[in-house]
Every structure is written in C-alpha cells, then in structure tokens.
C-alpha cells in the first residue's frame, strides 16, 4: 500500500513515535489514521496521550479578568515578527476586555469587523481564532496566566465561605495551579469527567498489551487496572503531581489547604489554550 509521507509525518507528530513505526503502523493499519495511532501506543510506541496537537500558528493568547468574569481569546497570524507588532498587541488586549466587559461567549460579526481593521493596517492575515468567558462569586477565586504568550491558563477555585476564598494562601495556591496546569496540560479536570469512549479506547489497549504477557488471567486484570490508574494518574488534574510537591498530588494539596483554613476548596473550572492547537 502506499503510505504519503505527510501521513507518516502527521502520525510521528501526534504520537511521538518513530518515522519506520509510524509508516509500518499504517500500513498495517491500511492506512486508517485512527486505527494506526491505536496500533501505536499497543505496542507501547506512543508517547503519552496529549491535549492537542503542535502547535501550527504564530500569534498570541491573551487574557483579562475583571470583577466577576475573566476571559481568554487566541489571536492568530500569520508571522511571529507581526505577533510583536503593536498593532496586533493592541488588537489582542482590546477584543479580549471587549470579551469581558460585554460577556460574549462566541465570536462575533462585530469582533470580526475589528480584526479586519487591523489586517487593514498590517498587510497580514489575522484570525480571532477562538474565545472563552467565565462568571465567578464572591466565593470563587480565578486566576491567569500567560507562558511566553504561547500558553495561556484560567483557573477557578471555589471556597465555601467569601473569608477563604478572599485568602492569600488560597490566591496563591490558585497561581501555582495555574503555573501548573500549563506545564502539564491536563487533559480532564477529575477521573469522573473522563470521556467514556476514551476510557473504554485505553482498557483495549492495555488489555492488548497486557495478552502478550505469560501470566495468569487474574494477576492480568491487576496488571490492566494498574496501567489504567497510572495513566489517569497522568491525564487527570486532581490526580497529577503537584508542580511543587510531585510527591503529593493536586488533590492531596488541596485538601490540606482546605483544613488549614478551616473550610474547603475545590477545582471548580479551568481553561487551557496553546496558541495552534488542534480543537
């Protein structure tokens, strides 16, 4: 079968695996993207699962939060020396406090309407590619952040009294979530929010890799739920090491805060964009 190069390409990318693996998996796979990545990571090839793709666009994501809501947008070009354009900066901060102060939840005619205005100034192709707005309480504490204009975070925590969420210890462990969350890009929130197709998808797999060990039927179900917890271990962000206690995980950390103030404190929310993502 004749496998393109830019296929095999795509599948390395994705997966992480090597170029001959990549080809050899698709051709197995008769050439089926889906069905190779998944003959992949069987034989162990695969890099862990990651939240999206490399990153293709130049441009920036840009962040603001106000009294009670926080947005976030990522605005695309086509050049990284535009990306420090002024113009385009400016751009950025304006549409994403226009995000904020007007709540809008989707990209609109009108925010479109003040992108082109800028492509008008620039000579360059400029694309508000996506935009998310959040509310909060008294209650709630939502922070962000913003990794070399790349990566941007918004975290929301929720107290259950406005005295712990109004806490310095509380505002700071939120920061270093969000620091967090950005190095490790979680793919779900907690184990429960794990999509079931994609939970049932890592069973077959394991179960898979598990069939070519000489053991006995019992110790491989052990095997297969051991595999299974280490890689929702990996995935989940209450079940990760803590960006600054690895020993202890994001949940442990935050159920000890808790306690120390007296009250408790949940992950309630968090976005995480990296600017060319696949969606």
Do not use: W
């Not at 992480?16 to 889906?34: S, W």
């Not at 003040?114 to 508000?128: P, W, Y």
């Amino acid at each position: 079968m004749d496998i393109k190069p830019a296929d095999v390409k795509k599948l390395r990318d994705t997966t992480g695996a090597g170029m001959m693996d990549c080809k050899n998996a698709l051709i197995k796979a008769e050439g089926d993207f889906k069905a190779a990545e998944k003959l992949l990571k069987e034989e162990g090839l695969a890099a862990a699962a990651k939240r999206s793709g490399r990153a293709t666009n130049e441009g920036k994501i840009f962040t603001s939060i106000k009294a009670g809501k926080a947005a976030i947008i990522e605005l695309t070009c086509e050049t990284d020396f535009v990306a420090m354009n002024e113009n385009f900066i400016n751009t950025g901060e304006a549409l994403v406090e226009k995000v904020v102060n007007n709540g809008i939840t989707s990209v609109t005619p009108e925010l479109e309407e003040d992108v082109k205005g800028t492509i008008a100034k620039i000579k360059e192709n400029i694309s508000l590619r996506r935009l998310q707005y959040i509310e909060f309480s008294e209650n709630e504490v939502v922070v962000d952040y913003v990794h070399g204009s790349k990566i941007g975070v918004i975290v929301k925590l929720e107290a259950d009294s406005k005295e712990i969420a109004e806490n310095a210890k509380v505002k700071e462990f939120a920061f270093d979530l969000a620091l967090h969350v950005a190095a490790f890009n979680p793919l779900y929130l907690s184990r429960d929010k794990v999509n079931a197709d994609y939970l049932k998808e890592q069973e077959e797999i394991f179960t898979t890799q598990a069939a070519k060990l000489d053991k006995p039927e019992k110790i491989l179900k052990g095997i297969i739920q051991g595999k299974l917890n280490k890689h929702l271990a990996e995935i989940c962000l209450l079940n990760q090491g803590f960006v600054k206690d690895e020993k202890q995980s994001v949940e442990k950390v935050l159920a000890a805060l808790g306690k120390e103030l007296g009250g408790k404190i949940a992950i309630s929310d968090y976005i995480f964009y990296k600017l060319g993502e696949e969606l």
